[in-house]
């Protein structure tokens, strides 16, 4: 197993399931996600007692999952509760997966369900927030999870794989700082006095502030387990205060990654950005979005060849640059608590 | 081995073989289909002893399937006939399997030839029959043939998969009657006093019937090994007879099934319906096909789907309960026809 | 292994690496080709030592490769040269490979560099040569590499796979010679006064001749390690000295076949047309290609799906016929290589 189990993953958005149950795997785990009693998120395992339909192509009547072939009513703690001219006492139970809709996310809980604690689901500042706005979107990647943390919390590759959109020389030039502190691993770099590249023109336009001045530009990546990195990014136009200027001086975001493990070598991987500048023009966050839709989409080619190549030589080592150090500390948190999920010898 | 390989299984329409050979697989047994000596059917493995060419890339030379690359002369027997510049004699032989042309399809025997007897190919009565309509179609399923016999076995699943043509509430509050005698195997249920769904209204339609009248509907399920299943369906205008009515009152067919495994895990599935009602209205021969072939199409996804859980899950036990008794028992009969194939110890 | 690895094989053409850097799998082995320093050919492992990135996704400055992940810049000898922020010393190198661009080809060599001599590559008169003119393409073929062997030194196959444009009862029933010497394996067919059949028609008018006479035919195919085939073919009018005849009075062309091994079941293959009539007609040329294009493209079913039966009949013998007798003669010489390349016990 490359990934904790005892964690809480995003699954899927709440538009996802709005009109019908979701068949997603999850972890290694084909899990059904829908809304049940009192419209409440639920997530099973897509496998109906019967017969082994996935539960997925069923629909849901009075807050029960009815299996799509041959009427099985499931209820949301994975016991059968009805089959019409059936007696269902003796039916064996499917797993019911602990799941909470918070923050504009469905979260489940792969593992251990006695240990699911909704309080370790990650605050989201920018939720229901109106100083925010927020846009994202969702990919499905053929390479390990561990692959797309290795590219977010290294920002070098901005130069090359998005040398059109935000990448630019400076930041190969930057050294960057990778601290870690129990769970959480920051890699930082700050670049001054530097031309904004196309996105981030786009962002200052987006703000009302000039974009053809020399600005200061920072990168603040946090990894915090399983998955999550979030990316404090922005430019301010030099002397108004870099990182720290006032919000009508600078343009900054927080890039929302959700790396979610479908298998050992694919995911559903949920991208973000939270603005905190000009938060309500729409028209801004849909052209937001649809810029940081294709400059993510460039990785996409490159992380499923890199796997590609990693399974096939699966034994030879690779090298660990300082530029690699977030990527690194990020991996020794996640086996850490893939450790402690091992029963004791 | 999942299914008898001493039985007829329905290979193909003669239609698919009029133009050219036709390759296909049967009971993992690559085939070629083709019309030799007097037009009449043959089936040979689909294998050029000259370099393994496929000889369903060939074409039919009086009588003969000459081989698509170089030319090699097969006879319907197995025999290399002749090769351009060769002598034949030391030719090794091919494998011919038994084939016959009857009731508007090929049957083949995949397994041993001595005891290919055309008497059990089941009789077909509406065949060639001016008081019978027919029409039918052909799907590729990846699933388990004996998934698509639980399916014809148990029609609850009507209500739900084919919820708006065929299904009904009373099909689930109707109880099943399973008997098993030799190697027949009958799953009858009698509903009364029902209203049509929108599938047998057009067929009242078509038998010149009020169709907005309550009726009485039948379902009787026959299977026969190896994958047969016959199903007489129908309805009658409440007070005309049910089942016995006379054909002028009543809407009569029998859904023809023929399932043939392709591998352990996909079919040929040859679909249709034979209809004993205004058997010379064509244009309502094309509309009850089209529709059924509507119907028959939406149990793929969730057979294809069903047969990804039960292979991911190899050893999960699933139910078995009074509506799964039509498929059980005909279980047991395929069963029982794999044991007697195998070698005595 | 059942291709030699010592050895030079086509790699791709020199257009194929004029934009960037192409990433093609020769004999299992992963290789990234483009122009490095002084615009000379380069072949890496296509595996960045950094992060295992495909190299092939980066682009070339300066005659470095840059590696389109993080910047590590690559020397044609596997060694990188630098990475921004960083001391390459102890980087490890990766693999280079032995690569001439001649004769209008990329030629690689897979096997131990200390051994490529590219003395070995076999001349090609026709290149840059007035009095000749070339056309050729590349196709993708599922099978064993010497499948195409095979096909190539029997063309007997053109009566039946090509029946509609070389194919004629003629090639079947005049029998073939074939010789060997040392590492060549020579088949020659000569047919005397035969009406020519569609694609040498077009190649008479090509030439200015007649194209509703009667002709001689000549196809002498000659077979040099690893799987380079070299067919002789043309065609003159009868008595105009056949095979002899001066080049004005007959079509005279050279089939050009390189068969690349990119794995065990999958080839690239190079095929072409190097004529020597009209030289200077580059609308014939066209037109010879786009023919010559269709003609070959028949053979790919029969191939594929021949691979496809002997991967599932692996140890059924295949009959060895005097038609044959090229391609196993062939195979005789690949065998000695291989078995040249093992370590002596």
Not at 256 to 261: H, M, R, S
Not at 304 to 326: T, V
């Given at each position: 197993m490359t990934f904790p189990k005892n964690a809480w993953y995003v699954a899927c958005t709440p538009s996802e399931i709005d009109e019908k149950p979701l068949g997603r795997t999850v972890c290694n785990e084909k899990m059904v996600f829908y809304r049940g009693d009192e419209n409440k998120v639920a997530a099973l395992e897509d496998f109906c007692p019967h017969r082994a339909a996935p539960l997925s192509l069923g629909r849901v009547c009075d807050g029960k999952l009815v299996c799509g072939y041959h009427g099985l009513a499931m209820g949301c703690d994975g016991k059968t509760v009805s089959m019409p001219g059936q007696r269902v006492g003796g039916f064996p139970a499917i797993r019911a997966f602990p799941v909470v809709e918070r923050y504009g996310f469905v979260w489940v809980w792969p593992g251990e369900a006695a240990l699911a604690d909704a309080a370790l689901i990650p605050h989201m500042e920018w939720y229901a927030n109106p100083e925010w706005a927020y846009g994202g979107g969702l990919y499905h990647i053929a390479c390990d999870y561990r692959l797309m943390i290795d590219n977010l919390m290294d920002l070098t590759h901005e130069t090359y794989v998005h040398a059109n959109s935000i990448g630019q020389k400076e930041i190969d030039e930057t050294p960057c700082k990778?601290?870690?502190?129990?769970?959480?691993?920051?890699?930082?770099?700050?670049?001054?006095?530097?031309?904004?590249?196309?996105?981030?023109?786009?962002?200052?336009?987006?703000?009302?502030?000039?974009?053809?001045?020399?600005?200061?530009?920072?990168?603040?990546?946090?990894?915090?387990?399983?998955?999550?990195?979030?990316?404090?990014?922005?430019?301010?136009?030099?002397?108004?205060?870099?990182?720290?200027?006032?919000?009508?001086?600078?343009?900054?975001?927080?890039?929302?990654?959700?790396?979610?493990?479908?298998?050992?070598?694919?995911?559903?991987?949920?991208?973000?950005?939270?603005?905190?500048?000009?938060?309500?023009?729409?028209?801004?966050?849909?052209?937001?979005?649809?810029?940081?839709?294709?400059?993510?989409?460039?990785?996409?080619?490159?992380?499923?060849?890199?796997?590609?190549?990693?399974?096939?030589?699966?034994?030879?080592?690779?090298?660990?640059?300082?530029?690699?150090?977030?990527?690194?500390?990020?991996?020794?948190?996640?086996?850490?608590?893939?450790?402690?999920?091992?029963?004791?010898?």
């Open positions: 990778t601290t870690a502190e129990g769970d959480l691993v920051v890699t930082s770099r700050f670049m001054e006095g530097v031309e904004p590249p196309p996105f981030w023109k786009l962002a200052l336009k987006g703000n009302h502030l000039p974009d053809d001045v020399m600005v200061d530009r920072w990168q603040i990546c946090r990894f915090t387990p399983p998955s999550n990195v979030m990316i404090e990014v922005g430019v301010a136009p030099v002397g108004s205060g870099g990182y720290e200027a006032p919000n009508d001086k600078k343009v900054y975001s927080v890039v929302v990654d959700f790396i979610t493990p479908e298998t050992e070598t694919s995911i559903h991987y949920f991208w973000g950005m939270a603005r905190k500048f000009n938060p309500n023009d729409k028209a801004l966050t849909a052209t937001v979005r649809e810029g940081q839709g294709k400059i993510f989409s460039e990785d996409l080619e490159m992380l499923e060849k890199q796997q590609r190549n990693i399974s096939a030589n699966p034994d030879r080592k690779l090298l660990m640059l300082n530029i690699d150090a977030g990527g690194l500390r990020s991996r020794k948190v996640i086996e850490r608590l893939i450790a402690q999920e091992q029963p004791a010898a």
